[in-house]
């Protein structure tokens, strides 16, 4: 099963509860169930879980509704952790807490919001690979394939907004990286390989409020530098060169879709729902060098990212609960880590989770 999503901004009602009346035969007035509703907000990547988990269990939990938003990562720390009208029960989220959102407590798990005196408990929900894409059959495309796929370093250097200089300086071997390199100062296919075209390349991504492009910064640039500690150079997407971004996943497929010279990133899912348009580009873990010098690339699928040999793109996702909550949700986690929730996080592109994290994602239900 695959789910379709039309944008990630608005609130998606995935089933209307329609309250009963009940008649009393001696005329007496028409009572109603009470609808208890869980509101879901944050990261367009968890987006399918939580569709998928809210629309099965809101069917057999008729007095409930569930109401799944986007907004990214940012939005899903902030509204889980607000007490405001904005606040949502369940805030997901592609990465880790940060510190200058929310204290980790001792036991690893529960946070402390710095905005609030609102403790939450974070659940990993499912395993992503965080995929790399081109349009199917494009130019970019067939680049690729004929390098065999791509390593990080190359990754590095296509994104980065540091110069060419900058970068030898901090480590990469631009003799291996970019081997047809013609010194033009731009940055091509070309240059990666004689079998390519010497066009630009285009870049697509997540924007500065997603999850994934805070994951995906770290694990291609300089960590530090992507971070903004204080010492370092700051390192991040090249803008100056038309960083294209969106909120909106689908718009990021849209775009690569139009462009068969732009490269970009998201969740496994997204790649898996577009396979029809998009392939995936093999990954060579290797920060100094080129594919043709780092060994063989891996492709993501549930195998590579279950077992990490997708790395360092294999990462878990998650859902934070407000524990004032608890009564509420309990039951809809309950469903989530049952044998049914993980074949929908199965079927809707990721990986289930193993027994023993199952496990202990049960034992943290307040």
């Not at 013609?182 to 390519?196: F, P, V």
């Amino acid at each position: 099963m695959s789910l379709k999503r039309n944008g990630i901004a608005w609130t998606l009602v995935l089933t209307m509860m329609v309250a009963g009346f009940a008649g009393c035969l001696d005329g007496d007035s028409d009572t109603n169930d009470e609808v208890k509703t869980i509101n879901i907000a944050g990261s367009s990547t968890v987006y399918p879980v939580a569709s998928a988990w809210g629309q099965a269990y809101q069917t057999v939990n008729t007095d409930v509704t569930v109401t799944v938003a986007g907004g990214g990562s940012g939005a899903g720390a902030s509204k889980v952790c607000s007490t405001d009208t904005d606040s949502v029960h369940i805030g997901d989220m592609s990465r880790d807490w940060k510190d200058s959102e929310a204290t980790r407590n001792a036991d690893g798990y529960t946070f402390d919001c710095l905005n609030s005196d609102v403790t939450v408990t974070q659940l990993v929900v499912a395993v992503d690979g965080l995929s790399v894409v081109v349009k199917k059959g494009g130019a970019a495309d067939q680049c690729l394939n004929s390098m065999g796929g791509i390593s990080m370093a190359q990754l590095r250097w296509v994104f980065s907004d540091w110069t060419e200089s900058e970068l030898e300086a901090d480590g990469l071997d631009l003799n291996s990286t970019t081997p047809n390199n013609d010194g033009d100062n731009l940055r091509e296919w070309g240059d990666l390989d004689a079998s390519c075209d010497d066009t630009e390349i285009t870049l697509w991504g997540a924007d500065s409020d997603s999850g994934t492009y805070e994951y995906f910064g770290e694990q291609v640039f300089c960590k530090n530098c992507f971070s903004g500690k204080e010492g370092y150079e700051y390192e991040g997407f090249d803008t100056e060169r038309g960083y294209q971004n969106s909120a909106d996943d689908n718009q990021i497929v849209k775009g690569l879709d139009g462009d068969e010279n732009a490269i970009g990133y998201f969740g496994y899912a997204y790649y898996e729902e577009n396979a029809n348009k998009l392939n995936v580009v093999a990954i060579a873990n290797n920060d100094t060098h080129g594919v043709q010098d780092a060994g063989s690339a891996v492709v993501p699928n549930e195998q590579t990212v279950a077992d990490n040999s997708y790395a360092p793109l294999s990462r878990a996702i998650y859902m934070n609960v407000n524990n004032a909550n608890w009564d509420l949700v309990r039951g809809f986690f309950e469903y989530g880590y049952s044998e049914e929730g993980m074949e929908q996080v199965s079927d809707v592109g990721y990986v289930a989770l193993p027994d023993d994290m199952i496990e202990d994602m049960l034992a943290r239900l307040g």
